[in-house]
């Protein structure tokens, strides 16, 4: 299984709603990361986490909050968007966090947010 | 840093053979240069990973030459679902909580029957 499941597909909300993206891999991964990606442009990195512990924060506002409740579980929650955070949300994993053949991520197929 | 600088887009034919070629001047000696595909309103997908010299496997060959400054994806025999972006990254930088996967802006081939 080289999955990487992200619920859900899409979401809409309010400036003011709490609301949560989840990823989940049963590959056995140690690294799991968050992405924002914007119509037409790159992804970019948000988080980065490593045995469950929070490694790289991008400077990413305090709106998003990451959670890695155990190793196969990663969680993006939100609150207090902007419609500019509209996005596609993005989470990968990797056998582990470092360099070289050991870090080919494998991404989920994202949650299509959308900001009112 | 190593930074990648690849082409914006790609014209092609079906049945033809594609190469995208990847520039990243300031590669660093343990970094490896990974290629990924992208399809619209999906996730990135790795094709294929390398050193240096030439690495082949059931879907693309990677080619770096030996100053690794430059590498080039080819695609043989592309069809209509190959259209996507493909984004070519080198490295993993990890510095305390500055450390960066960078993706650069990717090249977007289109193929056409």
């Known amino acids: 299984d080289t999955e990487v499941t992200q619920t859900p597909k899409h979401l809409v909300m309010g400036m003011t709603n709490k609301k949560s993206l989840k990823c989940e891999q049963h590959?056995?991964?140690?690294?799991m990361y968050w992405y924002k990606q914007k119509a037409k442009k790159p992804p970019e990195l948000m988080f980065v986490?490593?045995?469950?512990?929070?490694?790289i924060n991008e400077s990413v506002p305090s709106r998003f909050s990451p959670e890695c409740p155990n190793s196969s579980l990663l969680n993006l929650h939100l609150h207090a968007l902007q419609p500019e955070d509209s996005a596609l949300y993005l989470c990968?994993?990797?056998?582990?966090?470092?360099?070289?053949?050991?870090?080919?991520?494998?991404f989920g197929a994202g949650t299509r947010l959308s900001v009112l | 840093l190593a930074k990648t600088t690849q082409p914006i887009s790609m014209d092609s034919y079906e049945g033809q053979e594609v190469n995208i070629t990847c520039s990243h001047n300031?590669?660093?000696?343990?970094?490896?240069i990974t290629w990924y595909q992208q399809f619209p309103s999906q996730g990135p997908r790795f094709i294929i990973q390398?050193?240096?010299t030439k690495v082949t496997n059931e879907v693309a060959s990677l080619f770096i030459p030996a100053d690794r400054k430059s590498s080039t994806l080819s695609l043989p025999r592309v069809s209509l679902s190959d259209t996507a972006v493909y984004y070519c990254?080198?490295?993993?930088?990890?510095?305390?909580?500055?450390?960066?996967?960078?993706f650069g802006k990717g090249t977007k081939l289109s193929v056409k029957p």
């Open positions: 990968a994993s990797s056998p582990i966090l470092a360099g070289g053949a050991k870090n080919i991520q494998y």
């Open positions: 590959m056995g991964h140690r690294a």
């Open positions: 986490y490593s045995y469950e512990k929070l490694s």
């Open positions: 300031n590669i660093a000696t343990n970094d490896y």
């Open positions: 390398g050193y240096k």
């Open positions: 990254l080198v490295g993993l930088l990890w510095g305390g909580s500055q450390g960066n996967l960078i």
